[in-house]
């Protein structure tokens, strides 16, 4: 049973920077994806970003583009969620996943962290 374990959410001002961490208990191979969704309260939880682990190629949820950066460090089994010019709207848990398809649906995704909030204050 892989286990993720997410880190580096908080409180942070609107126009602030956070960045999240997630790290995997195991290997994860070049077939497999990571992705960060997010779930706000009253809300299905959604797509934000993933990678493809074997050729870094990223996707972007188009509300987080040119905001948001997903990256990897894969000897520490690592995928990160820098997120930049936050929003109020921003405001939710932030899970990551792993799966083995390229997909923005949460139920692609076999493995899920705990989940970390992440608070944007106007």
């Known amino acids: 049973q892989v286990q993720l374990v997410e880190s580096g959410g908080g409180l942070v001002q609107a126009g602030g920077s956070l960045r999240l961490s997630c790290t995997a208990s195991?290997?994860?191979?070049?077939?497999?994806?990571m992705g960060w969704f997010r779930q706000a309260p009253g809300k299905e939880r959604e797509f934000v970003a993933r990678?493809?682990?074997?050729?870094?190629?990223?996707y972007y949820a188009d509300s987080v583009k040119g905001r948001f950066t997903i990256s990897k460090d894969g000897p520490e089994n690592t995928v990160y969620l820098q997120m930049n010019s936050l929003e109020p709207e921003d405001t939710a848990i932030y899970y990551c996943?792993?799966?083995?398809?390229?997909?923005?649906?949460?139920?692609?995704?076999?493995?899920w962290g705990q989940g970390t909030q992440v608070t944007v204050s106007s």
């Open positions: 195991e290997r994860t191979f070049s077939s497999h994806f």
């Open positions: 990678i493809s682990w074997g050729d870094r190629r990223t």
């Open positions: 996943a792993r799966g083995s398809h390229s997909s923005s649906m949460p139920n692609a995704y076999t493995y």
